[in-house]
């Protein structure tokens, strides 16, 4: 098992729509959550980071974690064309001393 | 306020060479990261440096090595480079080490080997 699992993608959704982009994880130990959003041939660029059960709310970006299910998510409403991008989830673990572990991310496109 | 910088953007080497990369944090930021993107690839660790210690390292062999200097700046060596080394890599830096600070990416320094 992968210790932080997204499905690869292409998630493809009409303009407007909401992307609904999901990520499990491994360690049950984990505190610290982040999603990253990757253009192409660019660096990963923060968009949210949730550190408690519950959702957490930013413009069009609301992140949801549960804890015991080991699971986060990342719901952007109202897509748009330049929210096309691959979408990392990463995860601090406690268990591998604090190194923060990277899903291989989901491709979103967001169709005009 | 200036986000994370590394030099150089590009970087042109043959096999058996050394490289050097250089990353500047966020002014306030003491915690420097290390990753490694190759084509395709998810972002793999490589090296975890904070108040000029090594923290943590990835599954990379020796010849990945790097330091931190005392006004936090860092750089990754590379040495006896293999085509396979051939990838993005990508500093991150965040105010503290540990679990709980985001950390934030420069835009990479892209390593190619001939």
């Known amino acids: 098992q992968k210790e932080v699992e997204q499905n690869s993608g292409p998630l493809s959704v009409p303009e407007g729509a909401i992307a609904s982009l999901n990520c499990t994880y491994s360690?049950?130990?984990?505190?610290?959550f982040f999603w990253y959003r990757q253009y192409s041939g660019k660096s990963p660029e923060l968009i949210m980071s949730?550190?408690?059960?519950g959702d957490k709310e930013d413009g069009r970006f609301t992140a949801q974690l549960n804890k015991a299910s080991q699971y986060v998510s990342l719901l952007i409403r109202d897509s748009q064309p330049s929210d096309s991008a691959t979408y990392l989830c990463?995860?601090?673990?406690?268990?591998?001393?604090?190194?923060?572990?990277f899903g291989s991310g989901t491709r979103l496109l967001v169709r005009p | 306020e200036a986000g994370v910088t590394q030099s150089p953007t590009h970087l042109i080497k043959t096999r058996g060479q050394q490289a050097t990369l250089r990353c500047s944090p966020i002014?306030?930021?003491?915690?420097v990261y290390w990753y490694q993107q190759a084509l395709g690839l998810g972002l793999q660790f490589l090296l975890w440096?904070?108040?000029?210690?090594?923290?943590n390292r990835g599954n990379f062999p020796p010849r990945f090595s790097g330091r931190q200097f005392p006004n936090y700046s860092s750089e990754l060596n590379v040495n006896a480079l293999e085509l396979e080394d051939s990838a993005l890599y990508l500093c991150?830096?965040?105010?503290?080490?540990?679990?709980?600070?985001?950390?934030?990416f420069g835009d990479g320094t892209r390593l190619s080997i001939l």
């Open positions: 991150a830096s965040s105010l503290q080490g540990g679990d709980v600070q985001p950390q934030h």
């Open positions: 360690d049950r130990g984990s505190q610290s």
């Open positions: 949730i550190y408690s059960n």
């Open positions: 990463a995860v601090n673990m406690l268990r591998s001393s604090y190194k923060l572990i």
């Open positions: 002014s306030g930021h003491t915690s």
């Open positions: 440096y904070d108040e000029g210690e090594e923290r």
